[in-house]
């Protein structure tokens, strides 16, 4: 009885170590895609801006093609400038690779005149972020004095 006892025992600690080193399909993970994300305004990259003051909005279109964007942030190198975790329906659809419409998400800032390079992050609702490239663009501030060009008339 005791060989039994001793065989019974074995075997139940082999199924109870072959079960644990199984992995079970409910523990993988699908992989998560990443957020898209470009600004769309400032839409010309290098393009010189002339306003009465710097208030200005920033707007950029974002989609997931597996879940959803939670929130876009707009920075100015590491400055954060502001955060859109709305986004709103475009008007007019795009063609897309993608059955995701993209939102557009935007806020306000008031840049300083000159020079700024700006970009965009997207946060998906899985916790994956994407960077937009950097746009550059210069506000001009429309009360500096402009140079003309004087034309002289030649002495008689």
């Known amino acids: 009885m005791k060989k039994n006892t001793t065989t019974f025992l074995a075997i139940s600690i082999l199924s109870v170590f072959v079960a644990s080193c199984k992995k079970k399909t409910s523990e993988v993970t699908p992989s ?26 920033l707007y950029a ?9 939670k929130k876009v942030e ?11 975790s709305t986004g709103s329906s475009k008007l007019e659809m795009k063609m897309r690779t ?3 419409e ?20 997207a946060y998906d609702d ?17 009360f500096d004095e402009v140079s003309v060009p004087v034309i002289v008339a030649p002495a008689k």
């Open 32 to 57: 998560n895609a990443a957020p898209v994300v470009t600004i769309t305004s400032p839409s010309n990259n290098g393009s010189t801006y002339q306003y009465s003051d710097s208030y200005t909005y």
């Open 61 to 69: 279109d974002a989609y997931d093609t597996d879940g959803s964007v």
């Open 74 to 84: 707009f920075y100015e190198g590491s400055k954060l400038l502001g955060t859109d």
């Open 98 to 100: 993608t059955s995701n």
């Open 102 to 121: 993209a939102l557009t998400y935007y806020i306000p800032y008031s840049f300083e005149f000159g020079n700024h390079s700006i970009k965009a992050v």
């Open 126 to 142: 899985k916790g994956a972020q994407t960077t937009s490239s950097t746009v550059t663009f210069t506000l001009l501030n429309p």
